[in-house]
């Protein structure tokens, strides 16, 4: 099951994206097929923003978390922990570069956090 779920999930579009001043967006295709990414290149005028990052498309522009490369898709990083303060290391598998992202996005809880249902 999960290998071909995996299987699925390299079939889609992915891309690195990164907006312009000009307010469309530079697309490095990580897959063969980024069509589907291609109406942000063409026009500035969007009804989200998307942070730099990489995404893969399911109906629309998804951003991976915990997965993270430049624009020139030279290197790739996966989260490997350390979170302190603000930030936390990423570690790239294929040359061994160790970096640090902001982790601020992580500080807050999506949801309230439910009440505790212990008592003292």
Not at 22 to 35: M, P, Q
Not at 64 to 88: R, T, V
Not at 110 to 116: H, I, T
């Amino acid at each position: 099951m999960i290998c071909e779920n995996f299987y699925s999930l390299t079939r889609r579009s992915w891309a690195y994206l990164h907006q312009n001043f000009s307010g469309k967006y530079r697309v490095s295709k990580i897959t063969t097929n980024s069509l589907p990414f291609d109406y942000l290149r063409r026009s500035s005028s969007h009804n989200q923003r998307f942070p730099d990052g990489i995404y893969i498309f399911i109906d629309s522009p998804i951003k991976i978390s915990g997965f993270y490369s430049d624009q020139e898709l030279s290197d790739f990083f996966i989260s490997n922990g350390d979170f302190k303060k603000n930030e936390f290391e990423v570690i790239s598998y294929i040359s061994g570069a160790r970096e640090k992202e902001n982790g601020i996005e992580y500080l807050t809880p999506v949801n309230d956090l439910p009440k505790s249902e212990t008592e003292g």
